[in-house]
């Protein structure tokens, strides 16, 4: 098989996760987020000689990688969002699967070209699209939805508490001239808050937020996990890599509900919720070593929690 250059976008926690989905030959994998293809390959070696994954991305460019990939039928590419995780896995006849990865994001061929408008640091059009060929871009959020819209959009998903300013100043400056570029819109949230002092530049929250919006991620990822789950075999195990806070708790507050054995309210004497699992929580939240950051800064942020479904079985409250 092709190596499918893994120098290019270095994969996070990358044989953490493949080791969390015990992959094993004839099995079927999901790998939810192609990007550069790292954890795909490595399922595929580790599944060696007959073991399968149908890989999804919403990045034509991240396809057409891993048709390089020359895996024959043991891989199945996807252009199309994790969402439409389960559907996509019956038509291939994969179901069920032994394992579903997401690593959740964007990769560092995407971060690193400035036409496609992800980065602070390199100017260029303000599009943020994972998939280029629709969907509204963030130049269209920024110059088209009103003030108060942008500024719940920044606040919901970028958690930035200088929200209700920098939608005014965005909503002030488009007057003028309409923001299209990510210097324009960098340099419209420095005007109220500062110019970029440490590490972190001012503008971070704000594209984040943008990203979020673009894609409708987090809607996505609730559908995915729930598709993972409808998916999965008895003793198949999910595995997601998250990169903020706003990822991680839906994931955790999934985990925890899908695994919960009762939700009666703790004063209730006797269940009364016949409450069944679906999910055991796999150990805990698995983050980068020392090591790995120092490899790779932008894993510094992330997060993997694994889970493993359960049989469906009668309730298991008294
Ligand atoms: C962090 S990268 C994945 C890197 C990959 N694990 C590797 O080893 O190279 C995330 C990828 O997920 C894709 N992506 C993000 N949201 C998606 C979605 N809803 N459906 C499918 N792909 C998505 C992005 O285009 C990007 O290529």
Not at 190 to 200: Q, S
Request: hydrophobic share 40%.
């Amino acid at each position: 098989m092709t190596a499918l250059a893994p120098d290019h976008h270095l994969p996070v926690l990358w044989h953490e996760a493949v080791d969390a989905l015990q992959p094993k030959s004839g099995g079927r994998y999901a790998d939810g987020t192609f990007g550069g293809g790292g954890h795909t390959r490595l399922l595929l070696e580790r599944s060696a000689p007959d073991g399968r994954v149908i890989a999804f991305d919403l990045d034509q460019a991240a396809i057409e990688r891993g048709k390089t990939l020359d895996a024959g039928d043991r891989l199945i590419l996807v252009n199309a969002s994790f969402a439409t995780m389960y559907q996509a896995a019956q038509a291939a006849d994969m179901l069920p699967l032994d394992g579903v990865l997401l690593d959740l994001g964007f990769s560092s061929f995407q971060i690193d070209d400035p036409s496609r408008g992800f980065s602070l640091r390199h100017d260029g059009p303000l599009d943020m699209r994972f998939d280029r060929l629709s969907g509204p871009t963030a130049a269209g959020l920024v110059n088209e939805l009103d003030e108060r819209s942008l500024a719940d959009l920044i606040w919901r998903y970028g958690e930035d508490r200088n929200a209700r300013r920098i939608a005014a100043a965005i909503v002030r400056t488009r007057a003028i001239e309409s923001i299209q570029t990510t210097a324009q819109l960098a340099v419209v949230v420095e005007r109220v808050t500062g110019r970029a002092r440490g590490r972190i530049h001012p503008a971070t929250r704000t594209f984040q937020a943008l990203r979020i919006a673009t894609h409708d991620e987090l809607q996505a990822l609730e559908t995915a996990l729930d598709a993972a789950v409808a998916a999965l075999a008895v003793g198949g195990r999910l595995a997601v890599i998250s990169f903020h806070s706003l990822e991680d708790r839906i994931v955790k507050q999934f985990i925890a509900r899908q695994s919960a054995t009762c939700v009666c309210p703790p004063e209730q004497p006797v269940c009364t919720c016949d409450t069944v699992p679906s999910l055991r929580p796999v150990g805990k939240a698995i983050k980068p070593t020392e090591n790995e950051i120092e490899r790779n800064p932008r894993s510094r942020s992330a997060i993997m929690r694994v889970a493993e479904r359960v049989a469906e079985r009668d309730p298991v409250c008294p």
